[in-house]
């Protein structure tokens, strides 16, 4: 009888295992959004140990002379893992990854692309964050939050390419346009347009399905970017975080109509030195109130809105 017991445990041992081994299979499914490129879909949540720190967006062309991966995600395990999803579908090697821009989400799977041979290419503000203390602290704080999978032997990597302000990479015949739009969301945002594939990835300046993550953005910067990218006319954008776009025009509204509401909201109490307590409060927040990461980012959002716009 304990002999049957063990064998059953065992078995159910095998299918938990598998049904976890499936599960994190489909964590990382490529989606194909046009001919020869695919991205992956982060989770609408804060990163955790839970998650692997998998909150955002990266994707890959694959062209006849080997893949461009843009951002790498947060955390070196998913970007084997990417590396590994990438290998189901092509023979052609990784040969370059993009950069976005530098927060931890996007960069800290960096180092498995440098392992594999990969050029990275970023603007060259990055350069100042990874030499940053905030860079540093953060990273220390990852290495606990995101444990085991950011850990000691997780690293900030810089650039073997820094990019100006615009920069055309060609990579078997498919050119990659990349233009520095920031100080946006971040003071290094690129944006790259591959016209072949007519699709864009757009990094953080494009949120869908959840509230925008603000932080010290230049919110203005941030505005003008959303034009810029408007003006390409992609028929594809990939955002940093949430579902593509087939729909540019209609789905970069929401993004551009946050940002405004939160610098009309802000306006008027951070210029009269008002108190942020009271311009927060009296503000109707019900539009967005029910939006993934509302409770997480909303407040902190406005704050710095409001810090911001005291500062332009």
Known sequence: ????????????????????????????????????????????????????????????????KGVVVVDALGSPVLAKKLIAEIKRLTTQKVVAIIVTHYHADHIYGLQEFRNIGAKIYAQGEG????????????????????????????KLIGADVWIDQTYVLTIGGVEFKINRVGPAHAPEDLIIYVPSEKVLFAGDLVFRGRIPFVGNADSRGWLHALEEIEGLSPSIVIPGHGVYSSNPTEDVRFTREYLKYLRQSMQKSAVNMDPFDEAYLQTDWSEYEGMALFRAANRMNAYNVYLSIQAE
């Open 127 to 154: 350069r100042s964050y990874i030499s940053s203390e905030t860079a540093k602290q953060r990273l220390i704080a990852s290495r606990i939050d995101f444990a085991p999978w950011v850990n000691a032997s997780t």
């Open 1 to 64: 009888m304990v002999g049957v017991l063990v064998r059953y445990c065992a078995f159910l041992l095998l299918i938990f295992a598998a049904t976890v081994d499936a599960s994190e299979e489909l964590l990382l499914k490529p989606i194909q959004v046009a001919p020869h490129t695919y991205f992956v879909q982060g989770l609408p949540e804060m990163g955790s140990s839970k998650n692997k720190n998998f909150i955002s967006n990266a994707g890959f062309v694959i062209t006849p």
